[in-house]
């Protein structure tokens, strides 16, 4: 479920340098924050310049903080969520060195978060597009030819905490990241970042 949020505020850094598999991680697998899968997703073909699906990535997920309640004080309309604590996922997207010359601008996956109760999170989704670069600063909206930040926000009730966060082949809010189907092996067995 999201939330919609308007925001006020802006940020970016530099991408990390980062080492992306030689082949599809395979489902299940867990990672400490910063190190890499190779997954599949989306980057813009150079010539003709289009977005292309099915294009293998690297995903690192790089932080998950947890915010204090000054987070919201950059949002318009922030007092609506007062109830939850806020966490920033930080997710880095890199192309293979092998990619770089048919393709660029990698598009971030969407992840999804974790509470410690174990359902999914509640995300923010800034005006419908699924994007909270601009909430970050630490990190998002930065993008290179070959790397891209971006940043998720999600929402921990009262008595909850995010865990982790998984990727799992299914776009999140319908925006980020490609759909891999129902017969992702993904579904069942996701990818994990604590």
């Known amino acids: 479920m999201a939330a919609v949020?308007?925001?006020?505020?802006?940020?970016?850094?530099q991408p990390i340098e980062v080492a992306i598999p030689d082949a599809l991680t395979e489902p299940?697998?867990?990672?400490?924050?910063g190190e890499t899968a190779r997954v599949e997703g989306s980057a813009y073909q150079k010539e003709p310049r289009q977005l292309t699906?099915?294009?293998?990535?690297?995903?690192?997920v790089t932080s998950i903080t947890k915010q204090d309640a000054s987070f919201y004080d950059?949002?318009?309309?922030?007092?609506?969520?007062?109830?939850?604590?806020?966490?920033?996922?930080?997710?880095q997207t890199n192309l293979p060195k092998e990619s770089e010359?048919?393709?660029?601008?990698?598009?971030?996956?969407?992840?999804?978060?974790v509470l410690s109760n174990g359902e999914f999170a509640e995300y923010l989704d800034v005006d419908?597009?699924?994007?909270?670069?601009e909430?970050?600063?630490?990190?998002?909206g930065t993008s290179t030819t070959i790397a891209a930040i971006d940043c998720q926000v999600f929402l921990?009730?009262?008595?909850?905490?995010?865990t982790h966060v998984e990727w799992n082949g299914e776009m999140l809010g319908g925006s980020m990241g490609i759909d891999l189907g129902e017969e992702s092996p993904y579904i069942a067995d996701p990818l994990v970042w604590k």
């Open 28 to 33: 299940g697998t867990e990672f400490a924050l």
């Open 135 to 140: 909430l970050c600063g630490d990190g998002a």
């Open 156 to 162: 921990a009730p009262a008595g909850e905490t995010l």
């Open 53 to 60: 699906q099915e294009v293998e990535v690297g995903v690192t």
């Open 101 to 113: 010359k048919t393709y660029d601008s990698p598009q971030a996956p969407g992840v999804w978060g």
């Open 128 to 133: 419908g597009f699924g994007s909270t670069s």
């Open 74 to 91: 950059q949002m318009s309309n922030g007092d609506d969520f007062a109830d939850y604590t806020p966490y920033t996922v930080i997710i």
């Open 5 to 13: 949020a308007t925001l006020t505020l802006a940020g970016c850094t």
